[in-house]
């Protein structure tokens, strides 16, 4: 690894950073998408936030980044992320419904249904939630907001939005379970 290194500081600047981008791209592409898809992210939008990361990364010539270049890597890509989340955030439902319009054509009308019934379903269990577990679930998993901010959103601790959105998860897993 240290002549990797060696070699690497040998090169011009150019090359220099596709070298470190490369190397970047082979530690922690599979790690950067897990991250973006624990922000909300499908994992094929993962994957496409990562190499637009990644691409972002390339197009930069500030040398000023390259002593702490993965941590610019990841927070580009986590900025991509909650772009996305933002531009999909206009109503969890509304997404869905969409996904659902691009679906196979050779879907049944029984299985539209039932997607459709489960959708409500989710809906209502979402609406049941205490106002604060409500609010903590879809700023977390809808606006893709930290647990910090929603900490700070909430008046409440980071520990307290964890519980609240782990709570969530569990209840609607709970009403759903019969359905999945």
Avoid: W
């Amino acid at each position: 690894m240290t002549d990797f290194l060696k070699n690497i500081e040998q090169a011009s600047s150019d090359e220099k950073r596709v070298a470190q981008v490369k190397l970047l791209y082979q530690d922690h592409h599979l790690r950067l998408i897990h991250r973006v898809m624990a922000k909300g992210l499908a994992k094929r939008e993962a994957e496409d936030v990562v190499q637009e990361a990644f691409v972002k990364l390339l197009g930069l010539d500030n040398q000023e980044i390259s002593s702490y270049i993965q941590a610019y890597l990841y927070r580009i890509a986590l900025n991509l992320a909650i772009d996305k989340l933002r531009s999909n955030a206009r109503s969890p439902l509304e997404s869905m419904h969409e996904q659902e319009d691009y679906s196979d054509e050779s879907t049944s009308p029984e299985r539209k249904n039932e997607s459709q019934q489960l959708l409500r379903k989710m809906s209502e269990s979402i609406k049941t939630l205490p106002l604060k577990c409500r609010q903590a679930f879809i700023l977390y998993k809808i606006k893709g907001m930290s647990y910090a901010d929603i900490a700070s959103t909430l008046e409440v601790s980071e520990s307290m939005v964890r519980k609240y959105v782990l709570r969530a998860v569990r209840h609607c897993f709970d009403e759903l379970k019969s359905d999945l």
